[in-house]
């Protein structure tokens, strides 16, 4: 086996040209059709499809109702807005979406980022959906979904977990039906329930409690066995949220119709169908009026969180229900652009692709995206025939629909493989939780990002060299291999520690080893791995080999890329006798006259 | 030879802790000593050294009165203010300064930093002294001397040569006087002086042009061949900035005397010694006084990039003329931010390392720091003695000393080096030479270390895959070498890569090379080489490799080290029996019942 052949192809040489593929691209029906996957799944439906399609989208509407009404109220939303964000972003993702489980609608996070804009004004609301929408479409359209690769997996679980922790914390309020309000952060979400602690209501607290209870059971309730037991625990559980909410809908009704409002309830929906129109690019704020660029400056640079959060959310979604390979990253994100400057057009709040959601479509079978437009017709007609019915939902019943949510996210587990192969993603975790938790949770992802550019920076700085001692013949070697890119922030390090592992290679603090009898005076320098290098890095990189051969060691320079070559080369002539290329060392050495000296 | 043992030693491991060291160092006579260098060297001093830095010190003292007025006059200051930054700076130095040739005092490119500020009012090159040697002695007592690294050599290259351009064309003003600013970019200098070249002076344009064309013929007189004439040349070339300026100042004294004053002067040089005091913490800007804090607000975040030049080229300095091993970056902290608090005590501007001054030094023979105490003397007695004389100084000739002292500095031959090596850091130069050159030298640095930073994420999110092709018996086999750190930015596309590399070995785009007979369908990932894997990238990695074995590929891991083997067991239980070590992968293929499947 020759696996270790310096002369390696590499390979990824790309015979197409970059703008000649873009060209075919462009020009190929296919590929346009693949930007509308309407047109490939629609024309091959079949009868089966439909049952299948139709049992999903009814169960999945059955959830987005109590969701969409309670992720409505935490941003502080009237609770049509969060159904009219399911409904009319569905119909789209039917249109534009290529994962068939994914279902799109509001989400606790969005709402949670959303939430103090919408203290302001609820214009905001329609604003960054439209906002967001137009973000998103051009990112995709432009193929720009790339940056996304700089937000690691520990920033986006820290994420997920420091906003579920925030919307949980906030839902205390209503779930206890305390005073005060529920804080725009974890921290002041929690300062905030204990400090109004004695206000507590205790009957909203019994139903909230009740709900919790009765959603937990009904997600653990045994549906195995066949029969229809079976059939009727299976579906009691995938819609537990609709049948809590119901219950306490109907408990409160009752209680209503003798007089008796024990309950803070939802209040007043207005039902029907949305105002179409153009969002409002003007608003009022207190007593004044905010135009267009006021209303930008309110998001400030932290309001480009919400479009990105809603593109990892559901890329994150598709790939993890399609498989790795399987999503088509730049149509998901023109879908999800596309939903929603659909939301924002109908009255909306920004939507995107719903963990729960997508995991009870799938369960429940789903076909194809056809399941998504079942899914609005039902939430449509919830909206335009029940709205009155609404009025009776408790809100400490909503509350417990979303801490159990939340509970399902909240994630401590990667905490321990984080630990066991890497301390720096650990921070990364850390970092991201804490300040997402403390100071908001755009200021978590940001920090997050940028302690992983630290590790980079630093991982760049200190890069390891390999040192392995061995003989060609009678002569003790070592070589000291450096790989990748060698780069400029190392360029201080680098020469340093080649000196330090050269002159030490025993015992790292004996400086006069090179009089030891079995200290190795030849070196190796092993660049078959080296993929570039920086010209101020290979600049003191042979300054310090030249310091070391007047020191009394010899070096050879083995197989570096040809560039590299040309480099040393260029900036100290001399070393063209040390540059040495070929499948072996042992030639090169035994060439040598190291004996003499 | 044993080179590629894959149970190399990881050398590096240090037995004394971070802590005890530090107290070791802490406890020592002999490191306090290396922090005030004239402790070691003057016990030491030898007659003979005496002659040599007498010499050295008044060559270096006639070239630092002329380049001393002219960059006060650079920064708009008044010209004695250079001399004082050359005198007080220079004691410092010879205490506390650990390279014998370095010599302190103002700089161009400080000057021209310095000079948006002066504006205002002078009190604020006082407090830039000030402030600029207390954040490099808290960087030197810190050992924060590494962030230093993340400035590369193409960015250091960049923005010396926009600082050269600029303050050349910024003299184009005072060469030809013209009216209008001197600008505060190349750009602006540059427009200022076409826009009113109508205004031009032409005994002034005579004079300087003259001192230029001196000063090149004077630098390239010929010193060979021994004898007196040889000695007068040498003598004459190194001192030929006084020697220009003081023919200027002749013919300038003579005309005035016969009341003829064709020339633009210096002006009245306030002699004597500064007075000496804290420097101002209020300032009066125009009509309104501006407090300590409202001062600061003035420099702002820019204001960081005077102590950063401050010490790069210091640094830079130090180590181009004691070679790169032998320089102590911390006592060189120390010592420079002594220097500049040492300045602003004294009526002087930021004074740093000076290239031309450091070289004139070490060619007249220079044997110990105490050559910069001979220099301070020489500019103390000009200034206390001659400062009547300087009134004479026509300014034209001062811009030619300039003009040639920048084109000395401006560095095109990189440019050759850098686009042969890496266009990558080409760019880098040229982002900051034209930013510099376009928008400021802050906004050069600034953008330069980001264009790095750039690359870098690149290299991270886009790292090579080696592959090579080997045979192991009968069986067509293709290792693929991942190296370094391997870091989350790649987590999308490295999983990409090692699928299309793998489906297509031979040819990049041919989808169905596993049905062509030479395809390799035995995959050997080899980890010798890795260092680290993020856990997001391990996950995809893992994802992809399952995918792959479904379309009929077969994977060994090879060699991982311990922590990444234990990550792809914890993400992947189903990995342990693909996991192999050991020095040669061959047991590990014919052990494999490939050919059955």
């Not at 941003?75 to 993702?93: D, E, H, M, N, T």
Request: hydrophobic share 50%; proline share 5%; glycine share 8%.
């Amino acid at each position: 086996m020759d696996l270790d052949d310096p002369r390696r192809p590499l390979l990824g040489h790309v015979p197409q040209s970059r703008a000649r593929r873009l060209a075919n691209k462009l020009c190929s029906l296919e590929s346009w059709r693949r930007r509308v996957p309407i047109t490939i799944w629609l024309p091959n439906y079949k009868l089966d499809y439909l049952l299948r399609d139709f049992i999903a989208g009814i169960t999945v509407g059955l959830t987005s109702i109590p969701q969409g009404i309670a992720y409505a109220l935490v941003a502080g939303l009237p609770p049509q807005v969060g159904l009219y964000s399911s409904i009319f972003p569905g119909v789209v993702y039917s249109i534009f979406g290529s994962c068939k489980d994914v279902t799109v609608g509001p989400t606790a996070i969005l709402s949670a980022l959303l939430a103090k804009y919408v203290a302001k004004s609820v214009d905001f609301a329609y604003l960054a959906a439209f906002l967001s929408g137009c973000i998103i479409l051009l990112l995709g359209v432009l193929q720009l979904g790339f940056v996304l690769d700089f937000i690691s997996k520990p920033v986006i679980s820290g994420f997920t977990t420091a906003a579920a922790l925030q919307i949980a914390a906030a839902q205390l309020k209503t779930l206890f039906r305390v005073e005060g309000s529920s804080g725009n952060t974890f921290i002041d979400a929690l300062i905030n329930f204990f400090k109004h602690i004695m206000t507590i209501h205790l009957w909203d607290s019994a139903l909230g409690i009740a709900s919790i209870v009765a959603l937990l059971l009904l997600k653990r309730l045994p549906t195995g066995g066949g029969g229809i037991l079976a059939a009727v625990s299976l579906h009691a559980s995938r819609a537990r949220n609709a049948l809590v909410v119901l219950a306490g809908a109907s408990l409160a009704a009752g209680l209503h119709a003798r007089g008796i409002v024990p309950f803070a309830l939802a209040g007043k929906i207005e039902g029907g169908l949305p105002h179409f129109g153009l969002p409002p690019f003007s608003t009022t704020v207190g007593n004044s009026t905010l135009n267009f660029e006021e209303m930008l400056s309110v998001f400030g640079a932290e309001g480009l969180v919400m479009p990105l959060v809603a593109v990892l959310e559901s890329i994150a979604i598709a790939k993890a229900f399609a498989g790795g390979a399987g999503v088509d990253v730049t149509q998901e994100m023109v879908a999800v652009g596309a939903c929603n400057v659909a939301a924002s057009l109908a009255q909306g709040m920004p939507a995107t692709g719903s963990f729960t959601r997508t995991a009870l479509n799938r369960a429940a079978g789903v076909a194809t995206p056809a399941g998504s437009l079942v899914k609005a017709s039902v939430v449509l007609l919830a909206v335009t025939l029940l709205a009155d019915a609404f009025y009776y939902i408790p809100r400490a019943a909503l509350a417990g629909v979303i801490v159990v949510a939340m509970m399902s996210i909240i994630d401590f587990s990667i905490v321990i493989t984080l630990w066991r192969n890497n301390k720096g993603e650990m921070c990364t975790w850390a970092v991201t939780v804490i300040v997402g938790a403390a100071a908001g949770l755009e200021y978590g992802i940001l920090c997050g990002a940028l302690a992983d550019l630290l590790r980079l920076l630093l991982a760049a700085a200190r890069p390891r060299l390999h040192t392995h001692l061995f003989k060609v013949g009678n002569i003790d070697c070592m070589s000291v291999t450096l790989v990748g890119a060698v780069s400029y922030a190392s360029a201080e390090w680098l020469p340093r520690k080649l000196r330090r592992v050269v002159d030490s290679p025993h015992s790292p603090h004996s400086p006069h080893s090179l009089h030891s009898p079995h200290a190795p005076r030849l070196l190796v320098l092993d660049g078959r791995h080296v993929h570039s290098i920086d010209v101020g890095v290979a600049e003191n990189l042979l300054s310090v080999i030249l310091e070391l051969e007047k020191d009394g060691y010899v070096f050879l320079l083995w197989n570096f890329p040809d560039r590299c070559r040309k480099l040393f080369q260029e900036l100290r002539p001399e070393f063209e006798r040390k540059l040495v290329n070929g499948p072996s060392i042992d030639q090169h050495v035994l060439g040598l006259d190291i004996i003499g000296r």
